[in-house]
């Protein structure tokens, strides 16, 4: 007991601000690598407060940079905060971190996107999946280049219960450009639904926690931040594979403002198109004139178990792809 109270209180000791140390340790940043840091420690604290109740938790932050949000981390009383950095530029500013928080930040530098996670933190914190989240947290700002093909990674490590999963439901405080964090959790009928909000939305529980203005960064952005907050559900919305969840999302938001027929009729080739679609839209008891962003994560669950069944008819239906069916044509007519 007294150790997780000491654990609990824990501070940083006075430390030169994130200014100063992107001074001291010269760490312009990188357009390339769009970089934009928070230096603002009561909006990183905001951050870190809406991640939820981290006293002895297991933190992974991805993209640490000069170190803001790690500072608060660090003074949420965690049990562990591992970061993964890949510019190593900011190795020796969060070193200092380190040597103020004895034993409590494990830098690696690295690349999140094939990072293992899994390994990383004790066996013991893991859950069942059923159980309430583990204590295992992950955090992070990084470049939307890397953001939205990592959350699409980490989606389909929540529907194998791998990666950082291994431990549970392990939730998830991230960043994204606003417009990113918008289609992730909007809700059917919105302007701004999309393949992502579903692919997120079968499988998590997510929330638009608050908007970063874009002047809240250096340098700044040209657009503003979303924080979205995921949690894993105990059981998907849609019980079938990632892949063809994918799928058939993909397909369906094909053709955005068309009837929904449209997009998904590409799931199927051209020659028996109209019929399939026809068959998948009544077997699955959806309104073809409905649009896409009119689609509920229920209809997407109809659609995929439909679609599966199909599959499971016809073995070659599954890796039918309507672009290479065009190419083909054009390459004949050619
Ligand atoms: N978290 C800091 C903040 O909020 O001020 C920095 C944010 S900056 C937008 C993104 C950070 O992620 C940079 O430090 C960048 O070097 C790092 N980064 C970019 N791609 C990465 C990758 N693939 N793996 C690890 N870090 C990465």
């Not at 309430?132 to 389909?156: A, M, Q, R």
């Amino acid at each position: 007991m007294a150790a997780s109270r000491t654990l609990g209180t824990f501070r940083l000791p006075p430390l030169p601000t994130i200014r100063e140390i992107i001074k001291l340790f010269r760490l312009r940043a990188v357009k390339q690598l769009s970089q934009n840091f928070l230096l603002d420690l009561r909006l990183t604290d905001k951050i870190v407060r809406k991640a939820g109740n981290l006293t002895n938790a297991y933190v992974y932050e991805v993209g640490p940079g000069p170190g803001g949000i790690t500072r608060s981390i660090l003074n949420a009383g965690v049990a562990e905060l591992l970061v993964v950095e890949k510019d190593s530029r900011f190795i020796p500013g969060l070193q200092m971190l380190s040597d103020a928080a004895p034993g409590k930040l494990r830098i690696v530098h690295g690349d999140v996107l094939t990072f293992k996670i899994e390994r990383a933190f004790p066996e013991s914190l893991k859950r069942q999946w059923e159980d309430d989240p583990p204590n295992v947290h992950i955090i992070g700002n990084l470049p939307f280049s890397v953001s939205t093909p990592l959350i699409i990674k980490w989606l389909e490590n929540v529907s194998h219960r791998n990666g950082p999963f291994a431990y549970g439901r392990t939730q998830m405080t991230l960043t994204f450009q606003k417009e990113v964090a918008e289609r992730l959790t909007a809700s059917t009928g919105s302007k701004q639904r999309s393949r992502l909000s579903i692919m997120a939305q079968y499988l998590c529980d997510v929330q638009h926690i608050f908007t970063i203005p874009g002047q809240a960064f250096i340098p700044k952005p040209e657009v503003d931040s979303g924080v979205v907050h995921f949690t894993p559900l105990t059981r998907p919305r849609i019980e079938q594979p990632f892949r063809l969840v994918e799928k058939v999302a993909q397909n369906a938001f094909q053709f955005r403002r068309k009837y929904c027929h449209r997009g998904l009729g590409m799931l199927f080739p051209e020659a028996w198109r109209l019929e399939s679609t026809g068959k998948l839209l009544e077997l699955a008891d959806v309104d073809p004139t409905l649009r896409p962003t009119q689609l509920s994560v229920s209809h997407f669950k109809s659609l995929c178990d439909v679609y599966r069944k199909m599959c499971d008819e016809d073995p070659h239906l599954f890796a039918y792809n309507f672009r290479e069916e065009l190419k083909q044509k054009s390459e004949k007519r050619g």
